[in-house]
């Protein structure tokens, strides 16, 4: 399954869930930031799971790449290394043991 594919069952899922709108936009930005890294950066077979809880959306990126994801300080004019920050930035916690990163969401549930 390619990013965009990921990223729209992601997204679909978690309205599924009732999620509320803005959670399942920004959640969608760290999948496809997450699995990108992993595509770019990592080996073998990536794999995303989500996972919806009373209050939060845990999503969880695997690949074989035994080295943890990093902050990275992207200059001005580069076109890529700001994925993890951005992670960071929008997740409430996030953590790479090298193999699997992750990254957590609250949300509330949408009405109706």
Known sequence: MKVGEMRQTTRAFLRRCRVSQSVVGVVGLAVSELVTNAVVHGEGEVVLRITVAFDVVRVSVTDHNLAPAVLKEAGPD???????????????????????????????????
Do not use: M, P, Q
């Open 78 to 112: 580069a076109e890529s290394g700001r994925g993890i920050r951005l992670v960071d930035a929008v997740s409430d916690a996030w953590e790479s043991s090298g193999k699997e990163t992750w990254c957590e969401f609250r949300y509330a549930r949408a009405a109706g």
